[in-house]
């Protein structure tokens, strides 16, 4: 009786298409930033301080959030980068230069393994 059933069972499971959110390269990629400098422009004369600070808001702005994808519920983070750097332009008027950004980049997934079914 068993063997009847499970026959059909591995039929059907071999036609369903793939898992969307089981594949490496899917999922939401995020940025997390752990440090930011800040690199004038040549001959700016630029208040290195107050660059500093407006790149803090810039890189911190790229950030995300991850708070409410660690926390129990089905997700989980998985590292593809660790110390990477992204280049931000300070888009100030009064304050050439630009952000460089240190993060580590993860892709965010749905964690279906310690779900109960």
Not at 5 to 25: E, I, Q, T, V, Y
Not at 65 to 74: A, D, F, K, M, S
Not at 78 to 104: M, Q, R, W, Y
Request: some cysteine; hydrophobic content about 40%; glycine content about 10%.
């Amino acid at each position: 009786m068993l063997k009847n059933l499970l026959a059909p069972l591995l039929l059907l499971s071999l036609a369903l298409p793939p898992c969307g959110h089981c594949h490496g390269d899917e999922g939401e990629r995020v940025f997390i930033v752990k440090d930011y400098r800040y690199q004038p422009a040549e001959g700016s004369g630029a208040d290195l301080q107050v660059g500093r600070d407006l790149c803090g808001t810039r890189c911190n702005a790229l950030s995300f959030n991850y708070l409410n994808v660690i926390e129990p519920g089905g997700w989980r983070m998985i590292k593809i980068t660790d110390h990477s750097e992204i280049t931000v332009d300070l888009g100030n008027p009064f304050l050439d230069g630009a952000c460089v950004c240190i993060g580590d980049e993860y892709v965010v997934k749905i964690d279906d393994l310690n779900r109960v079914r």
